[in-house]
């Protein structure tokens, strides 16, 4: 009897949905009213009748809906369906009640039932996937004292206690009380860990090397950072340790500690020691003590950097021994130097060490400019040596400068092909004869001081021009679809036209276009000249080659968010009507509609917090809480994205151009957002 009539009430409810999905207020009322008159009481169909009420337009009508909410909340005892509870958060949800208000009629049930875990555990997660922290660490903490063995809400409980107190918004109270507690619970963690820890099963304590990381995380927070050092040296919960498992995600968070902690002398230490294991000498050295099980994988950029501004910054504290150890840093970068292979950390470290000295005298002066000939002279034939040197040959004087660029130079033209060379050495040239050119642009052609005459920037495009026309017959046998060894040569030469632009030269942007076209015939998936030559079309008010091209970028997903704006901004003024699709420029994916791109941008931005959601559930799921608070940091800072602003202002603007306004509301989208503005206030 008791299934026959579940499956009646069943269909009954399933009656009232078709109702409330169709906006079919009145029977769907009527169908309540005349459950609750045949005697049926539950409080599913009590609060599924006021929230039809609520969606009545009839003021009356949401009065009552009102009056049946006030008198549902005052109940003793208190609702504990959870069916019912969630219509009735949405209700009040729907009549802008406070978080707290809402959170209240959960806590009633939840003191009620104690013991039933889908209760609370829907709690949270309604809370956790809206972001309302506060909610969330009422839930969690619910859920961790009433099931003490289960582990997940133990961690649940110490994430949402570390959102809530690390949310911008969070007040200096929440800041020590929730962080506080996020500490103890983890700091209990810690301390509970057996010397025989099973790590299939290791209840409340550490039980991976996430776990202390995610320590470490909170107590950096908290600034308990001798405590996290601590963790980290124990024999149970250290880098060594069996839950640490050796992870050298470890070892960068103690550098982060030790860095945020500005305990310059033991960072130096650290450092060193990590730095002098991993030198190929003591490698190959049997009998020298290692202070790592690392060796090798000690030559990481991060250490480099550590011991740099350890190095650096000990002065700074009148540390007595700080010049035995600058020159001892000196030696060590000097040891990586002479060996046989020499890694490209160590030389990056030897520019960094001597660029930290800035221009304070010109010994130091020299031997920047030494480090930066070797690297240019050991990467010239690589595409990353000019971005390994920008950094720090602006720290060169003027005329280090000049004579650094008599080097570079020099230095590509003794790569040149000789002879019945191959194609590889061709290629090779070719690129160091680019980074010399780079260099040429980004320390003397990119100045706007106006000291370089015109004659001198044509010059440098006819240099760049005359490379870009050597290098054409490299690539004759490349498919279109692949990057010619040459392209960067013909772009140097258009951000040069782009200076003469700025500078009054008006046909430089057409110039500029031809170029770029020219180069995309043979190389069509060159998605930096793409970019160029979207926003050259734009600046030159040619919306639609804007467009064409944009399209050929083929944007997907979060590049929605980070480079749609090279066409969408102001396109409105520019271009807002529909390109004939009769001259799309013979391509089926063109962009004929600008208001149809902007739909597709706003369209995937609305949808990408969703997919994000999914996966911070799954990886809540998964148990992998350091990877989940930086998630949820990520999602944040997605959600203050104000690209979707200036998208939602273009699309409204090219409705009001073109007489077609749109019918989307994005007010759902902007309603997450720190900016806190209404659809009707952006226009």
Known sequence: MVLVENKVNDRRDRQIQEAIDVRNWKQALSLCERRLKRGEKSDHLSVLKARVLLSFSESPRQNQGRDDISALLQRDPPITDVQALVILQECLQQIGATDAEVDLIWERAVRLRPHEEELQTLWFRKNFEAQKWKGSQKASMALQKNFPKARQYFYWAIVANYMAANTPTASDMDRRLFG????????????????????????????????????????????????????????????GSIIAGNSWDLVRGKLDILEASEMWEEQWNY????????????????????????????????????????????????????????????DIVKSYSTQAKVSRNARLAVLKLYSQEGAANANNQDR??????NHFRAYSTKYVCFRDLEPHVACLDSSRKERFLITTSACAKSVSPKGDASKAA????????????????????????NAHSKQLVEAFITSCLRLYK??????????????????????????ALIHLFRGGENTALLRGALLLEFLLSRSKHNYDALLMLVRIYI????????????????????????????????LSTIHPFVVDPHISFGQETALCDPAQGLKVALEWQKGSETQISRGINQILHNGQYKTLVEALSFLERSQQDLQKFMNVIE?????????????????????????????????
């Not at 050597?470 to 690539?475: A, F």
């Open 180 to 239: 506080g507690l996020a500490h103890k619970l983890l700091s209990k963690a810690a301390a509970d860990v057996p010397t025989d820890i099973d790590l299939k099963s290791p209840g409340r304590t550490l039980g991976s090397a996430e776990d202390v990381m995610l320590l470490l995380e909170v107590c950096k927070s908290q600034g308990k950072y001798k405590e996290a050092l601590a963790v980290l040296e124990d024999s149970r919960t250290g880098i």
């Open 271 to 330: 450092c060193m020691g990590l730095l002098q294991d991993a030198l190929p000498d003591n490698l190959e050295n049997t009998d020298r003590t290692r202070t790592s099980i690392f060796g090798a994988v000690g030559d990481d950029w991060r250490v480099w950097t550590g011991l740099l501004t350890a190095a650096n910054k000990l002065p700074m504290w009148h540390d007595p021994n700080a010049v035995r150890n600058y020159t001892a840093t000196e």
């Open 368 to 373: 920047l400019y030494e480090a930066c000939e």
């Open 426 to 449: 061709h290629v090779s040239w070719i690129t160091a004869e680019i980074n010399a050119l780079r260099m040429d642009y980004y320390l003397v052609i990119s100045h706007d001081d």
């Open 470 to 495: 050597l290098s054409l017959t490299l690539g004759a046998d490349l498919p279109t679809s692949e990057r010619q060894p040459g392209d960067d040569a013909c772009i140097l030469a258009v951000m």
């Open 539 to 570: 600046s030159m008010g040619a919306g639609s080659l804007a467009m064409k091209h944009y399209a050929q970028l083929k944007i997907k997903n979060s590049q929605n968010a980070t480079i749609s704006w090279i066409l969408f901004t102001r």
């Open 651 to 683: 699309s409204r603007r090219i409705g009001r151009f073109t007489g077609q306004s749109s019918k989307e509301n994005y007010q759902d989208l902007l309603g997450k957002s720190p900016y806190k503005f209404s659809i009707a206030n952006l226009f």
